[in-house]
């Protein structure tokens, strides 16, 4: 997989360019700050009139203005707006308003990989996805760092797409760590499985589901919440650290003895056929026409495993205990 870094990248590219950032959340507003402050001079942000983030981008110096307007007078359309939205706004709003020859930027290829986005054949579609949340890739750039970043171009009809999809992750901070080059569907279907079976649903369900063993046990319920949710950062950021191999070798032995016993019960032969249909299900599309089927709704089933979610015991269990910590400070 070809990787590049600040050398190999032209800042002059996405410096001359008028950038229209669509959106002003997480992602947007730090693609918005970073690219300034890497020298592009020219930055509009596209929000709907209602948007509560108009008020934040003014305050931070974006001119702000609706999404088509934006658009329209653009060299580089970045699209940083949640991926349920991707479809109506490029309809209504992007595509009548682009002009021949814009660059469309992605930080996630789910639209376009799945037919929500059928992008104008006259335009150049870049992905560019910085791999963390917004806040802290925009704290990393600020102190001097950089996140890596996967790269793709899906069109390319100027010739120039690649050399701009560089410079647009270059001005984002991502060539101080390194940018990955790689395709539209191999970002998005293994983001899709990741986030389902590790680091969203996996790791969650995971969680609880232990939590709740110690409890029905008869386990204190803050007993439990220590054992099974404080302690995995500690031991997720010595694995980042020092690998999942090095980190064993720093944990007790009776913590590594049980670790080669337990962990293939725990995610044994069902678990791991889970998973392969995880993945058949976000290639082949059910995932993405499950998600667009409840947005249309209202989203209805998004809405109800939000509320509870909050409303699970360790959430309450974590709540005291933060508090207590609080009060004790």
Not at 78 to 90: F, K, P, Q, T, Y
Not at 177 to 200: H, K, P, W, Y
Request: net charge negative; charged share 25%; glycine share 12%.
């Amino acid at each position: 997989m070809p990787v590049f870094h600040d050398r190999d990248c032209d800042l002059s590219l996405i410096r001359s360019r008028r950038v229209a950032v669509i959106g002003y959340g997480s992602q947007g507003r730090t693609h918005a700050l970073n690219l300034r402050d890497s020298g592009v001079a020219d930055i509009v942000v596209g929000l709907k009139a209602e948007s509560a983030t108009r008020d934040k981008a003014r305050a931070d110096g974006f001119a702000v203005m609706t999404a088509g307007e934006a658009a329209s007078g653009a060299d580089v359309v970045a699209v940083m707006v949640s991926d349920e939205g991707h479809r109506d706004l490029w309809r209504d709003d992007l595509a009548p308003a682009m002009k021949p020859g814009a660059a469309l930027v992605f930080a996630h290829g789910l639209s376009v990989r799945f037919g929500l986005v059928e992008p104008r054949p006259d335009i150049d579609v870049i992905l560019a996805s910085p791999k963390g949340i917004g806040p802290r890739i925009r704290d990393l750039y600020e102190e001097g760092q950089g996140v890596f970043c996967l790269f793709g171009v899906h069109q390319d009809v100027t010739g120039g797409a690649h050399a701009l999809g560089l410079s647009y992750a270059a001005a984002l901070g991502c060539g101080r760590r390194g940018i990955l080059q790689t395709t539209f569907a191999a970002e998005c279907e293994s983001d899709l499985f990741g986030e389902q079976v590790v680091l969203c649903g996996g790791v969650s369900e995971l969680v609880d589901r232990a939590f709740m063993t110690l409890v029905k046990a008869g386990y204190p319920a803050e007993v439990a919440w220590f054992e099974c949710f404080y302690e995995l950062k500690l031991v997720t950021d010595l694995m980042f650290e020092r690998g999942i191999a090095g980190a064993f070798g720093r944990i007790s032995n009776t913590a590594e003895y049980g670790a080669y016993l337990t962990g293939p019960r725990v995610i044994g032969e069902p678990a791991q056929a889970a998973m392969d249909q995880v993945l058949a299900d976000v290639r082949d599309g059910s995932f993405v026409r499950r998600l667009m089927a409840d947005y249309d709704a209202g989203s209805p089933d998004l809405l109800a495993h939000r509320r509870a979610l909050g409303e699970r015991l360790i959430e309450s269990a974590g709540a005291r205990l933060k508090a207590a910590a609080e009060k004790a400070g």
